[in-house]
């Protein structure tokens, strides 16, 4: 009895000292200073079987383990972000497509496309200002597949100015448009990789449906 409570003294002892070494909010810290505690206050007379102890210090193993690949998964995606950014700079001053749903208008005629899943017999593309006025181009009967666009300001008598830009379908689909736009810049926010496209603003990359060469 004597030669038990002298090792366990000892351990923890030196599993105290482990544990001050440690850093207190880490996950490690807290367990460990659980265990030595249970250690320590184990009835000597029957005291917890050693799997369990083991057990226990492999669940801290696989804890750690799993705080090491989520850190290093954040290290990844930061090291993503950078290459993405750099390849997005790569392409300032091309010209990209982007689904958007609102539209900067300005004197410049703006390029565009949305896919039909089926045909329509009555297709227009519609841009409606803060005020509620909206203003048509109309396509006609259209096919399923792509349909490409463009809307001039002065030949649909467009002011400048911000719009909402939508189709409409003799089937009431709501197909999205694609927008085509010079790629003016590219950012790091805390809602990932944004990206500055005239006539629509600033835009994230996951919104970016194609690119296209360098504008002369």
Known sequence: MEIYTSTSSTS???SSSTVSSSTSGSVSYMFITLLVAQIQNQDPLDPVDASEFVNQLTQLSQMEALQTLASQSESTNS????LQVMAMASQLGSDVSVRTTSLEVGEDAVQ?????SSSSSATSVVLTNSAG?????????QSPGTVSFTLDPDELGIP?????ISVKTSNDSSPGVDIIGQLQGVKISDSGVILSVSGIGDVSSSVVTGFFAHAS
């Open 12 to 14: 923890s002892s030196t």
């Open 79 to 82: 090291a993503l972000e950078s």
């Open 112 to 116: 565009g496309s949305f896919t039909l």
């Open 133 to 141: 006025k909206t203003y048509s181009l109309d396509l006609g009967t």
């Open 160 to 164: 400048a100015g911000s719009y909402s």
